[in-house]
């Protein structure tokens, strides 16, 4: 505990040391300081020691975020043409900031109910209990009409991290869910399981269609009316890590346009 | 990767002082290294730092209508410490649970983290002794040295006593002091 200005009850600076080294003292106890740094080594030794701390963290450099921050407005920027016409993508990122960190990787099941309602409903931001929204629209460049990626951030009703991504056109109408985390496939629904490319895949056997898998670090569901359109949206996705959650989100995108509109 | 860094002072930007707002595209190509670095001294993590970056985007697209000239830095640093802030109490309120060692789930990091990973190399003791500090020597340490805000902007930006500022800087400094010993 520091006494009045900085200066510890035994007489010596304590805290006016550091606001000594930045030059944030006002000049009474400036000069008190500098007077006893000359006649006391203790104290001179100890602002000798915070000012390398100081200097060593403002010399650490600058990072370079180009490519992030250039990937960042690419993406932005994404229109995807097809053959005569555009096609729309819709992306919703429903997700915590950074909320994933490596000692977060519940076991958990999907809540099925919630998420089927959420693609029904085409409401995902309104599903219950979210605590806010961020949307954001990026419109394509000049000339190139009837594209658009929205996005937006959420944290959800309990807590966990939801990112998705919903792909429409006029055949196809898919929602595509990761949450980090191990697939718990135990507390599944009875249900089919499939074997999709390498993985298996547990299918419910209500409608719309609602599959559930573990891709790398994530768990994904996929809802739609369509069952093809679910197994392929399935196959299209790859072993996610953890990762950025936009980075994960748009390249759902770039993967459900190519499957669905390129490929398709 | 590396740059070279010049002491931290706000108003030296190209925007700083400059009369006309810059565009949502400007201050992410102009001031996108600046964020990233405070989000990665923030975060210490470069998954977390890309989250926050793009958060801290988000914030300024909807904040530059009502943004004044001004110091654009200082309230960049606001965004990115606010959000920052934000994602500190929602994790606080989280339940986690450990994952069991499993080597199958360890895959390998982006390009961009480990482009970012690579400029860090060097000094990564000096990050590690700053990620280690707790959350509340942190923030003012890198609004201090990072961002290289006065004592005043640090406590106005965080909504502290001046004294507070004073004594958390000098607190984190003496923990970094012994981190690096």
């Known amino acids: 505990m520091s006494g009045v200005g900085g200066i510890g009850p035994d007489g010596h600076p304590d805290e006016a040391l550091s606001a000594h080294v930045d030059g944030e003292l006002d000049p009474v106890t400036e000069a008190w300081v500098v ?23 403002r010399g650490l450099p600058e990072v370079d975020a180009t490519p992030v ?25 429903l997700a915590a900031i950074g909320a994933t960190t490596a000692t977060e990787h519940p076991r958990l099941v999907p809540d099925l109910a919630v998420l089927t309602a959420g693609h029904v409903e085409q409401a995902h931001g309104e599903m219950v209990g979210m605590q806010r929204q ?23 009703w309990d807590g966990t991290d939801l990112a998705a991504v919903v792909y429409r056109d006029g055949d196809v109408d898919v929602s595509v869910y990761q949450q980090p985390g191990r697939l718990d496939w135990e507390a599944l629904p009875p249900g089919e399981v499939a074997l999709v490319g ?24 996929v809802v739609s009316a369509d069952r093809p359109a679910v197994l392929t949206a399935v196959a299209g996705m790859p072993e996610w890590r953890r990762g950025a959650t936009w980075d994960r989100v748009h390249d759902a995108c770039q993967r459900l346009v190519r499957v669905f509109a390129l490929e398709g | 990767m590396r740059r070279e860094r010049r002491e931290p002072a706000p108003g030296d930007g190209r925007w700083e002082g400059c009369d006309r707002i810059p565009t949502w595209e400007e201050v992410a190509r102009h001031e996108g290294d600046f964020i990233y670095t405070v989000a990665y001294r923030l ?15 988000v914030r300024v697209q909807r904040g530059l209508r009502t943004y004044q000239p001004g110091s654009l830095r200082g309230w960049l640093s606001r965004i990115t410490t606010n959000a920052f802030l934000d994602d500190v109490r929602r994790r606080s309120r989280r339940p986690s649970v450990a994952l069991p060692e499993d080597p199958d789930l360890v ?71 012994e981190a690096l010993a």
């Open chain 1, 35 to 57: 007077e006893h740094l000359e006649r006391c080594p203790g104290c001179r030794r100890a602002a000798q020691e915070l000012a390398e701390a100081r200097s060593l963290l």
């Open chain 1, 69 to 93: 921050i250039e990937g960042f407005l690419a993406r932005h920027r994404r229109v995807v043409r097809i053959g005569a016409g555009f096609v729309v993508v819709a992306g919703l990122v």
């Open chain 1, 134 to 156: 961020d949307r954001s629209s990026y419109e394509a460049p000049p000339g190139l009409i009837g594209s658009a990626v929205a996005l937006s951030r959420q944290e959800v």
């Open chain 1, 198 to 221: 390498d993985g298996e895949v547990w299918l419910g056997r209500g409608m719309p269609v609602v599959a559930v898998t573990q891709r790398g670090d994530m768990v994904v569901t």
């Open chain 2, 43 to 57: 975060t210490g993590d470069h998954d977390d730092a890309q989250d926050l970056v793009q958060e801290v985007l």
């Open chain 2, 107 to 177: 895959l390998p990091p982006s390009p961009d983290a480990a482009d970012a990973a690579e400029a860090e190399r060097l000094p990564d003791h000096a990050q590690a002794a700053l990620a280690g500090l707790p959350e509340e020597f942190r923030v003012p340490v890198v609004l201090a040295d990072v961002v290289g805000l006065s004592y005043a902007d640090i406590a106005e930006q965080l909504d502290i006593p001046l004294g507070t500022v004073r004594s958390r800087i000098h607190r984190g400094r003496l923990a970094l002091r």
